[in-house]
Structure formats: C-alpha cells, structure tokens
C-alpha cells in the first residue's frame, strides 16, 4: 500500500471539499472494497478523508411516505430495520444475499452502491484493463469471461456491477442525494446514477470530483410480492452470475431488474410491462440487445428460469 494522507471532518460539505481539494483524494467509510484495492495499488489515493464521524447513519421517514437512508447507515442495520422488512423486502432480502456479516455490520449505504467490479482483469495489475489503466484495452474480451457482462456492453469493457443491494434499488426506483465542494446538494435518479462503459468504463457513475453521497431515499412503498434470487457458483461469499430483483403484483404486472449481466443494475421499463406474459417475455425485452461471449452465452437461458422461478414463488 502506498502512503497516504488521512482527516477527519465535520460535516458533509467539508468533506467535499477536502476531497476537491486534494487530486486523486477519496472518501473512506467502512472501506471494505477501497482497503483491499489500496492494498493491491488498484487505487492509490494520496490522500483519505474519514467521513465516519459524520450523522449520516439515520434511516428516517419521509413526508411522502418513504423512507431517507443515511449514507453510512451499515448494510446489516439496513436489512435488519423493520420498515425495510416489512416494505421494502426486496432490498432486505438482497442485502442478505451480499457478502457475509461481518462484512455488512461494516459496509455502508453509499460505499455499496460505489462497490467497484470484481473483473479478475480488473484485479490483475499485470494484465491490460481499461476500467483501471485508460485507453490500455480490455483483456477479459479475449480472455476468460463467465462471470462477466452479456448487456450493455462495450469493446472497451465488459466487467459487471457487483452490488446486490443496488440491484433491488433499481427495482425499487430510489434517488441518491449529494452534495459538492461548494455546499450544492442534487437528487439523481438510480437509473442515472451508475453509467454503462462505453469508451470510459473508468467513468462508472454520474457523480462529479468531490461530490459526496449523502443519502438514498426510497419511495412510497408500492406493495406485492418482493423477491431476491441470486444465482451463484456457490451458496454464499460469492457474486452473482444472475441475479434477479422482482415486485409482482397480484394482477401479474410488476418490476423486474438483474444483476450480474451489465455494468450497472439493469432493468428495460419496456421488460416490466411483459412480465405478466411471463418470464420468456419479460427475459426476451431486458436482453434484446444482449452481446454474449462464448463463455457467458450460458447467462441468456439462465436470466429467463431465474424470472421464471421469481414468477412461480411469487404466484405461489
């Protein structure tokens, strides 16, 4: 690891700036994925600053009748809330489903959504990866692919989204809130907040230098049946090859999002309106433009049974 400069501050804004001010400076909070890329000198920050002493571990009600969660609100804290149990299962259930728990009593609200791709390209310093090293090209396109993206791709990447609680956000339609350098605070849109690859897959969200996730504010609960399958090469500390995060009303209709197919959480609206025809339809709209690799190819059937199973438990 390389050295590094570390403080602490008071408040939102301040931390923005402190990391505007310092090139290449990052935000630290539980640190589960930047400790082990600091490690391996994927990231090399000159410069941390702590944001833990911030209050920003409330989950609180808002007036619309959701609910706003901190930004360092831990995932084990998250999923274990009553509210979000009882009206938000979906993101419970994927909470869960994430790593092990001693890792969630760490991780945080905003350093998940921020998780970085586990490509083993990408981990490999040794091997060429656009995501780490601009412009140096994409190894896992030639190289071994099985865990990695079918849509959404790019020839300048196809590593996927590891996070499992933002998949069920993007079911559940969220909003993150931010504030920057100068004090400015904005709303973006789940499905604006993490990018697709395209010719800068080391661009991977919406968020500008400095700008500091504050909170994620979940809307007024929709009801049905919530669901989380996660499709895995072994029942627990694993990533998903599928992942699927379904709401599904008792007419049929519903929300269906994946994860482990794109390099963000992906759901086509236009795939939600063909879930009451059932999982084929619903698999045929999300992966239209699905772009396989001989090694991935096996992901295409597998997102239509893992809908299919989702549509069966929920009509059960």
């Known amino acids: 690891?390389?050295?590094?400069?570390?403080?602490?501050?008071?408040s939102p804004a301040q931390a923005a700036a402190a990391v505007a001010r310092h090139p290449g400076a990052k935000f630290i909070a539980g640190g589960t994925n930047l400790l082990d890329l600091m490690k391996l000198q994927i990231e090399t920050p000159a410069h941390l600053v702590d944001i833990n002493s911030l209050e920003l571990d409330r989950i609180e009600p808002t007036p619309e009748g959701g609910l706003r969660i901190g930004a360092l609100v831990r995932n084990t804290d998250l999923a274990a809330d009553e509210r979000i149990r009882r009206d938000y299962g979906v993101l419970s259930r994927a909470l869960l489903a994430g790593a092990s728990g001693q890792l969630r009593n760490r991780a945080t609200t905003a350093g998940n959504l921020?998780?970085?791709?586990?490509?083993?390209?990408?981990y490999d310093t040794a091997q060429?990866?656009?995501?780490?090293?601009p412009g140096s090209g994409c190894s896992a396109l030639?190289?071994?692919?099985?865990?990695?993206?079918?849509?959404g791709v790019s020839?300048?990447?196809?590593?996927?989204?590891?996070?499992?609680?933002?998949?069920a956000m993007r079911a559940l339609d969220v909003t993150v809130e931010t504030v920057d350098a100068g004090g400015t605070t904005r709303t973006i849109p789940i499905a604006e907040f993490h990018r697709l690859p395209g010719d800068?897959?080391?661009?991977e969200t919406s968020l500008q230098t400095g700008e500091l996730i504050t909170a994620v504010t979940l809307p007024p609960p929709v009801g049905g049946q919530q669901i989380y399958r996660k499709v895995r090469d072994r029942a627990s500390y694993a990533f998903a090859l599928v992942s699927v995060a379904?709401?599904?009303?008792?007419?049929?209709?519903?929300?269906?999002?994946?994860?482990?197919?794109?390099?963000?959480?992906?759901?086509?609206?236009?795939?939600?309106?063909?879930l009451s025809r059932g999982a084929k339809a619903a698999a045929a709209a999300l992966l239209a433009d699905a772009r396989p690799t001989r090694d991935n190819a096996f992901?295409?059937?597998?997102?239509?049974?893992?809908?299919a199973s989702v549509l069966t438990e929920a009509r059960a």
């Not at 030639?142 to 849509?151: E, F």
């Not at 020839?155 to 998949?167: G, H, K, L, Q, W």
């Not at 800068?200 to 661009?203: C, D, E, L, M």
């Open 246 to 274: 379904a709401i599904v009303q008792r007419d049929g209709t519903g929300r269906v999002a994946l994860g482990g197919v794109a390099h963000k959480p992906w759901r086509n609206e236009a795939a939600d309106a063909e």
């Open 114 to 122: 921020l998780q970085r791709t586990r490509c083993p390209y990408f």
């Open 142 to 151: 030639d190289g071994v692919s099985r865990q990695l993206g079918i849509v």
């Open 155 to 167: 020839e300048a990447c196809i590593a996927t989204n590891p996070s499992d609680m933002a998949v």
């Open 200 to 203: 800068t897959p080391h661009i």
């Open 1 to 10: 690891m390389k050295a590094f400069t570390y403080e602490r501050v008071g």
């Open 128 to 133: 060429p990866c656009n995501k780490r090293d």
């Open 299 to 307: 992901k295409l059937p597998l997102v239509e049974r893992t809908i």
